[in-house]
C-alpha cells in the first residue's frame, strides 16, 4: 500500500535552480532511426540508441507550430478532469494523431498540479497560486510564453470580489473553487468540506445550496464552491469569473509542466527534480523558428532510462532551444493512432498502461487527398521457397497524410512462380525475384531474395519447463540455408511433431500432460529440423522462503529515509513486509531486504520471488560475482491471486550471491508505504544439449575439418576439470591461443584482449555479467573502433562466458546489434567467427556470412578449435583432449 502515491503542490517542496548534470555516457556505440509520417508535416521517429550506460528506446514526435493543420491540444479524461485516463483512450477519445502523457499530478485526491487551456478556455488552474509549477502556453498567433505563470482568479458579484483558488480542481485546502463542465455533470458538493454551492448560467446565480450534494453543472455556466467567510452570491445577482495575469481567450494551448529543463539552450532544472536515469516525458521548443518534440524515453526492463540532464542535451541535439521535464516513470507513454485499423497503439516500453492526469495530443485538420504515392512495407528482403510472408503498403495523399489501405484493392505479381493469395506470397522456386504491387493507378516493386531449402533451424528457447497442463506457444523461427542465408518461417508452415508422449500439439499450441519424463517438440521445414526438450516443471530452489524475518535485514537510501521488516500473516503461510518512508527524501530512494552471505544454486537461469502491492517502484536484486557487485532488473511474470510473480534474469555464471531486494522510487517527494513478499527461489536451468540430439540437422561447413593437425591458431574452451598444465601440454606447437574458461599462463596464450597477427585479428571478450557492455564498457568500444576497423582479412572473436540466451547476452538489442556489426564486417570483405562456450549444444552455423560456433564445456575437458591459415583462405576443425 501506498500512501500520497503522487506529487502534491501545496505539501511538497519543489526544488529550485539549477541541479548537478551528470556525467554524460563515456561511449557512444550505436544509434539506429526510423521514421514514419503521421501526417502532413508531423512525423513520428523512433530511436535506439546503445551507450556504455545500456540501451535507450527513444520515440518523438516533430513539427512545426506554424504547420496550419496542425495544434496541440490537451488531453483528458473523456468524461471528467477529476479522473485519470490511459493516454491511448484520451487519443482516441480526442480523434488525435498522437498524444503523449503530460503534467504531473496528485492521486489522493486526483488532480493536474499545472494550468490546462485549449482554445481560450480554462480546463484547469494552477494549484499553488503562490509557486506555480512551469506552464507551456501557445498562443492563437503561434506565439511562446514558456515558464512560470502568475494567474489570479476571482469571481466579481457587483462591487464585491469572491478569491477563486482552483478550477476544476478539488478544493480541499480551504480555498473557493470552480466547476465547469470538464469536471462533468455534477460538482462534488458542498458536504465535502462543508462549504456552499451556487451555480452560475449565462453570468447569472441560478441556485445556491449551503452543504449541500453534488449540484448540477449548467452547460453554459459553472458552479462556485465557496469557502466560509467570503461572500455569498444571491440568486438572480449577476457574476463574472475573472482571470488576471494571462488572457485566456488569447491562448490556442496550455499545459503545466514539473520542471523547466532547456532553457535558451542551456540546461537548467528548476521545480520538480526527479534524478536517476528513469522512463521520461519531455517536450522542446525551438523558439525562432518554432519547431516542436515531444519525446518519451524509455526505462525499464531491456532500456536504460535517461537523467533530466540527458533529456536536455537530447533535446539540444535536435535543435531545441526550450524543453520541459513532463510527467515520468510508470506514466511514460506515448500512443498513436492507426490509420488501418482506426485503433491506437502504445509505441513505447510500458509494463502496463497507468491512468494519468492528462496528456498532451497532436491534432491534424488536414484534408486527405486521393493517393498518390505508395510504399512497400514489409521489412524482409530474402524468403525461402514454399514459406509465405505478407506484403503489405503504406499509402500516402499529396500532401504527405497516410491513407487507410483498401486491402481488395492491391495487386501482387511475382518475377518467380508463386502462389499469391491476396497479400500473401508464397514462392514456389528459387531465384531473384521481383514483386510488383500495383494500388489503382499506382505501383511499387521490391526485390527479394527467394531461398531453395534451409539447413537448418534456430529456436528462441532450447528448452521448455512445463507442468501438467502447461501451455506453450510455438513461435516464428529462424532458418538458415548452406550458405548462411537467414530468413524466418511462420510457426503455421512448420511441421511439428511431439517426441516422448509428454504432451500434444493443437496448431501451434503444445499443451503438457501428466508424463513427467523429458520429451520434445521436433520442428522441421523442406528437410531442415531441431527440437525444444520439454522439461519437467521449471525446477524452483528455494532461497528463502521469506516466511519471517531471521536473518534479514533492512536498510534504506538515502539519509533520511527509513526502512523496516514485518512479518505477517497471508492466507495458510506468512510473507515479510518491508515498510519503507521516503517522506523526507526528495531524491532518488530506496529501502532493502539485505541477505547475508546467500549462495544461490549452480545452473541458476533467473530469480523469481513472488510480490503483493508494490506499484510505481522498480524492483532489482543486487548480486555478486567474483567481487563485484551488480544489479538485475525483475519484471512481472504471472498473477496469482493477490500476489505476483517477478522474475530476474541471471548471467548464467556460478557462485553468485544474493545481497539484497531493492525497491526503488524517483519521484520528487517520497512515500510511505509497505511490500510484501514472500517465496524467493532460483530457477535452475540443468543443461539439455546433449538430450534428443538425433533431431537436430547441423550445418555442414565445407571450410571444417575435425582431423585437421593444426600449429596455427587455438581456441580453446576448458572443461571443468581441465587443468592449466592439460591446456598447455594441447597446445604448446600454436602459435596463438585463446582459451575460454580460465588464464593460462602460457607464452603463445593471448595476453591482451586484442591481437593482430598478420592477416588476422583476434578479440577475447569475457560475459560473466551477462552481456559484452554490463561486463566491461570498453569491449564494444574496442570491437567497433579496433575489431570493425581493421584491416585483416580474417576476424575471429570469443566471449568467455553468458547467460541462457542466444549469443549469451540478455538482452536482445545487444545481440541484435552485435550480429548487424559482424555482419558489416562481412560485407566489408572479412571472414568473421564468433565462438562462444555455453551450455547450448556444440554446433557450428554459417548466418549471414558470419560462423557462430558454441562449443559446451561440458563436452571434454579440452576442447580446441584448430584454424590454420592458408594465405587469405582458413580452414579449422574441433578436436577433444583428455
Not at 526510423?34 to 540501451?55: K, V
Not at 458536504?191 to 453554459?220: H, L
Not at 535485514?553 to 500473516?569: I, M
Not at 536482445?812 to 549444444?841: C, D, Q, S, W, Y
Request: aromatic letters at 6%; glycine letters at 8%.
Amino acid at each position: 500500500m501506498r500512501i500520497n502515491k503522487r506529487i502534491m503542490s501545496a505539501v511538497v517542496g519543489l526544488l529550485m535552480g539549477a541541479t548537478p548534470i551528470m556525467a554524460a555516457p563515456q561511449f557512444k556505440y550505436i544509434e539506429k532511426k526510423e521514421t514514419t509520417n503521421l501526417a502532413e508535416g508531423l512525423t513520428h521517429e523512433f530511436i535506439t540508441s546503445f551507450t556504455s550506460d545500456g540501451f535507450r528506446g527513444i520515440n518523438v514526435l516533430k513539427f512545426n507550430l506554424n504547420q496550419s493543420n496542425l495544434r496541440l491540444v490537451p488531453l483528458f479524461n473523456n468524461s471528467t478532469t477529476g479522473k485519470g485516463m490511459a493516454v491511448s483512450k484520451m487519443v482516441q477519445g480526442k480523434n488525435a494523431v498522437a498524444g503523449v502523457n503530460g503534467d504531473f499530478f496528485n492521486y489522493k485526491p486526483f488532480f493536474p498540479l499545472g494550468i490546462a487551456i485549449e482554445n481560450g478556455e480554462l480546463i484547469t488552474s494552477n494549484s499553488d497560486a503562490s509557486n506555480p509549477t512551469p506552464s507551456i502556453v501557445v498562443g492563437k498567433d503561434k506565439s511562446l510564453t514558456l515558464g512560470r505563470i502568475e494567474v489570479s482568479m476571482s469571481l466579481k458579484v457587483g462591487d464585491k470580489t469572491v478569491p477563486v483558488g482552483m478550477v476544476n480542481k478539488p478544493n480541499n485546502y480551504g480555498s473557493t473553487g470552480i466547476y465547469t463542465s470538464r469536471w462533468g455533470q455534477k460538482t462534488r458538493g458542498g458536504k465535502v468540506n462543508s462549504q456552499t454551492e451556487v451555480a452560475i448560467e449565462n453570468g447569472v446565480v441560478i441556485d445556491r445550496v449551503d452543504q449541500g450534494g453534488p449540484m448540477n453543472i449548467p452547460k453554459n455556466g459553472y458552479v462556485v464552491n465557496i469557502k466560509d467567510g467570503m461572500y455569498l452570491p444571491s440568486v438572480g445577482e449577476s457574476a463574472e469569473f475573472v482571470v488576471s495575469g494571462i488572457n485566456v481567450g488569447n491562448i490556442e494551448f496550455a499545459i503545466g509542466a514539473g520542471s523547466q529543463i532547456l532553457k535558451d539552450g542551456k540546461a537548467v532544472n528548476t521545480h520538480i527534480n526527479i534524478s536517476g536515469r528513469h522512463p521520461r516525458t519531455a517536450i522542446g521548443f525551438n523558439k525562432n523558428t518554432l519547431d516542436c518534440v515531444i519525446v518519451t524515453v524509455d526505462g525499464r526492463s531491456i532500456y536504460h532510462g535517461m537523467t533530466t540532464a540527458d533529456v536536455s542535451e537530447l533535446l539540444i541535439s535536435m535543435g531545441m532551444t526550450d524543453g520541459f521535464n513532463l510527467d515520468g516513470g510508470g506514466s511514460t507513454t506515448m500512443a498513436i493512432k492507426n490509420v488501418n485499423t482506426d485503433k491506437v497503439d502504445v509505441v513505447n516500453y510500458i509494463e502496463s498502461e497507468r491512468a494519468v492526469a492528462n496528456g498532451v495530443g497532436v491534432m491534424s485538420t488536414s484534408e486527405k487527398g486521393a493517393p498518390a504515392t505508395i510504399e512497400i512495407d514489409s521489412d524482409f528482403d530474402k524468403i525461402f521457397k514454399n514459406s509465405s510472408k505478407q506484403i503489405n503498403i503504406k499509402v500516402f495523399d499529396e500532401k504527405g497524410n497516410p491513407l487507410k489501405v483498401n486491402q481488395a484493392a492491391i495487386a501482387i505479381s511475382s518475377s518467380v512462380p508463386a502462389t499469391i493469395n491476396g497479400t500473401w506470397f508464397k514462392p514456389t522456386a528459387a531465384g531473384d525475384a521481383t514483386v510488383s504491387v500495383t494500388y489503382g493507378n499506382l505501383s511499387a516493386t521490391k526485390n527479394i531474395k527467394v531461398l531453395d531449402t534451409p539447413t537448418a533451424l534456430l529456436l528462441p528457447k532450447d528448452t521448455i519447463a512445463l507442468g501438467n497442463g502447461g501451455k506453450y506457444k510455438l513461435p516464428d523461427v529462424t532458418a538458415i540455408d548452406a550458405v548462411g542465408n537467414r530468413s524466418t518461417i511462420r510457426a503455421e508452415e512448420l511441421s511439428l511433431n511431439v517426441v516422448g508422449g509428454v504432451g500434444t500439439m493443437s496448431g501451434t499450441v503444445f499443451t503438457r500432460n501428466k508424463n513427467n519424463g523429458n520429451g520434445a517438440i521436433e520442428v522441421s521445414f523442406c528437410g531442415a529440423k531441431n527440437r525444444i526438450i520439454i522439461s519437467k516443471s521449471a525446477r524452483k530452489e528455494s532461497i528463502n522462503a521469506l516466511s519471517n524475518t531471521t536473518g534479514l535485514s533492512a536498510t534504506a537510501q538515502p539519509k533520511g529515509a527509513r526502512a523496516s521488516l514485518q512479518r505477517v500473516k497471508d492466507k495458510n503461510s506468512h510473507a515479510v513486509r518491508l515498510w519503507y518512508n521516503f517522506e523526507k527524501v526528495t531524491d532518488s530512494k530506496s529501502a532493502s531486504i539485505n541477505f547475508k552471505n546467500t549462495r544461490l544454486p549452480n545452473d541458476s537461469s533467473e530469480l523469481s520471488i513472488f510480490v503483493r502491492d508494490i506499484e510505481d517502484q522498480k524492483l532489482t536484486a543486487k548480486i555478486s560475482i567474483a567481487g563485484e557487485d551488480m544489479d538485475v532488473d525483475f519484471t512481472k511474470n504471472q498473477t496469482i491471486d493477490d500476489f505476483s510473480e517477478w522474475r530476474a534474469k541471471l548471467p548464467g555464471e556460478n557462485g553468485i550471491y544474493l545481497k539484497s531486494i531493492d525497491i526503488a522510487e524517483s519521484e520528487g517527494k517520497g512515500t510511505k508505504g509497505n511490500v510484501d513478499f514472500k517465496y524467493l527461489a532460483a530457477v535452475v536451468s540443468p543443461d539439455t544439449s546433449k538430450m534428443f540430439k538425433n533431431l537436430r540437422t547441423d550445418f555442414m561447413d565445407h571450410l571444417r575439418n575435425d582431423s585437421l593437425n593444426s600449429s596455427d591458431i587455438a581456441i580453446v574452451v576448458r572443461g571443468t576439470k581441465a587443468s592449466a598444465a592439460l591446456v598447455t601440454k594441447n597446445t604448446a606447437k600454436h602459435k596463438i591461443v585463446s582459451v575460454l574458461g580460465g588464464a593460462v599462463n602460457a607464452k603463445n596464450v593471448t595476453k591482451n584482449r586484442v591481437t593482430t597477427d598478420n592477416n588476422t585479428i583476434i578479440a577475447n571478450f569475457k560475459n560473466n555479467k551477462g552481456g559484452l557492455r554490463a561486463t566491461n564498457i570498453n569491449q564494444w568500444n574496442e570491437l567497433l573502433n579496433s575489431v570493425k576497423t581493421s584491416a585483416a582479412s580474417n576476424v575471429i572473436i570469443t566471449i568467455d562466458g553468458g547467460s541462457k540466451d542466444e549469443l549469451g547476452l540478455i538482452n536482445p538489442i545487444e545481440r541484435k546489434f552485435l550480429k548487424e556489426t559482424l555482419e558489416e564486417m562481412v560485407k566489408a570483405g572479412k571472414r568473421v567467427f564468433l565462438i562462444t562456450n555455453l551450455k547450448h549444444p556444440t554446433a557450428s552455423r554459417f548466418e549471414e556470412g558470419v560462423r557462430y560456433m558454441n562449443i559446451n564445456p561440458a563436452e571434454s575437458e579440452v576442447n580446441v578449435l584448430n584454424i590454420n591459415r592458408i594465405g587469405d583462405n582458413v580452414i579449422y576443425g574441433i578436436s577433444t583432449k583428455r
